[in-house]
């Protein structure tokens, strides 16, 4: 059943990039609506198979913990696939919100320095401020591997 859905879901990525260099090559349309529907209604299939695709795999990797003949608990793989989970989503995360915090604030950063440029000084605190979630995102995934 999964690899059905995940066969389906190959085929809808496969659709969406050839229909996407079809419509860029052939669309005559300078405002590229085309393209925008197209986007959208391969969005609309491959998002419910994705989910579909985490719903039934997900229960299948998260076992409970076990206890060995020593009495000790001992960690199942899929905890640990759960946990490596956790923290490359705390990294990756955070690192996309840094990326886009920095892209805003260091454009209009530079925009004050054109204006003026004694506010250098403030601008880079503020970038700085910025790039302190990507920190904060790795602490987290150190704290959540070796808690």
Excluded: C, H, Q, W
Excluded at 6 to 30: C, F, M, P, R, W
Excluded at 39 to 65: G, R, W
Excluded at 111 to 122: F, P, T
């Amino acid at each position: 059943m999964i690899l059905y859905i995940a066969l389906l879901a190959l085929a809808v990525v496969t659709i969406t990039i050839y229909s996407g260099l079809y419509l860029l090559k052939n669309n005559e349309d300078s405002s590229k609506a085309k393209i925008k529907k197209a986007l959208k209604i391969n969005l609309s299939t491959f998002l419910p198979l994705m989910i579909m695709i985490i719903v039934l795999i997900l229960p299948f990797s998260s076992k409970a913990a076990s206890t060995d003949a020593a009495g000790m608990m001992a960690t199942s793989a899929g905890a640990d696939g759960l946990k490596f989970i956790g923290a490359a989503l705390s990294t990756g995360l955070a690192t996309i919100g840094t990326g886009y915090a920095v892209g805003t604030v260091g454009s209009a950063a530079l925009g004050a320095i054109s204006e003026d440029a004694s506010i250098l000084g403030r601008t880079i605190i503020f970038v700085g401020l910025a790039e302190g979630i990507a920190i904060f995102g790795v602490i987290i995934s150190i704290l959540i591997l070796y808690a």
